[in-house]
């Protein structure tokens, strides 16, 4: 019993730490990106692209700031698909 607590337990921090909530100081970057491509998006989808677009934009960041210590000969930026899934 008490290893079923336990388990419970693990499985509801996983969970709960897992869920990913925007971050507000990217609002205003977020609606001028969805102004310029012409974004418009569900209530449900618009959680959702939010997420993908924030893990890219995190991702296109990481790669550039890679790229000023040589270890890439491109930069990234934000287009158009930086709300779709990546495949890289």
């Known amino acids: 019993m008490k290893t079923l607590l336990v388990l419970t337990?693990?499985?509801?921090v996983a969970a709960c730490t897992s869920v990913h909530t925007s971050n507000p100081s990217l609002d205003n970057t977020w609606k001028e990106w969805k102004s310029r491509h012409e974004k418009q998006y569900s209530k449900e989808q618009e959680?959702?692209?939010?997420m993908v677009w924030e893990d890219n934009l995190s991702?296109?960041?990481?790669?550039?700031?890679?790229y000023e210590e040589g270890k890439h000969s491109f930069?990234?930026?934000?287009?158009?698909?930086?709300?779709?899934?990546?495949?890289?």
């Open 75 to 88: 930069t990234m930026g934000l287009n158009q698909f930086t709300d779709m899934v990546r495949f890289w």
């Open 9 to 12: 337990c693990m499985v509801v």
């Open 47 to 50: 959680i959702y692209r939010r």
């Open 59 to 66: 991702r296109i960041e990481k790669h550039n700031r890679e």
